[in-house]
Nanobody, 123 residues
Framework: QVLLTESGGGSVQAGGSLRLSCAVF????????MGWFRQAPGKEREGVAT???????TYAESVKGRFTISNNNVKNTLYLQMNSLKFEDTAVYYC?????????????????WGQGTQVTVSS
């Protein structure tokens, strides 16, 4: 059984910061590609960032330079540090995992998903 549990969401003013965490249970997650995705009301899900098992990150253009994805293999936890938040970053954020190397930010192939955590940025 693989379980992903996000935390750290909340409300913040534009320009502020939040750090999301994703606790991973049930497998050696560092052998997987891990990612953060988000979905705003009325919009399609979009990839935010992924991190490969070798630590290589990939970011969506919209968050480059503002968000940082990282993992802590000892704590089995994935993080997303979000700085300089904008109103358009408002969404439910999900962490996800897929077996094997990261391919792209589409989310296809990610078989394990958390329940999501709400991030609200007020302008």
């Amino acid at each position: 059984q693989v379980l992903l549990t996000e935390s750290g969401g909340g409300s913040v003013q534009a320009g502020g910061s939040l750090r999301l965490s994703c606790a991973v249970f049930g497998y050696a997650y560092w052998t997987y590609c891990m990612g953060w995705f988000r979905q705003a009301p009325g919009k399609e899900r979009e990839g935010v960032a992924t991190i490969d098992s070798d630590g290589s990150p990939t970011y969506a253009e919209s968050v480059k330079g503002r968000f940082t994805i990282s993992n802590n293999n000892v704590k089995n936890t994935l993080y997303l540090q979000m700085n300089s938040l904008k109103f358009e970053d408002t969404a439910v954020y999900y962490c996800a995992a897929q077996v094997g190397a990261c391919r792209d930010l589409s989310g296809a192939g990610f078989g394990y998903w958390g329940q999501g955590t709400q991030v609200t940025v007020s302008s």
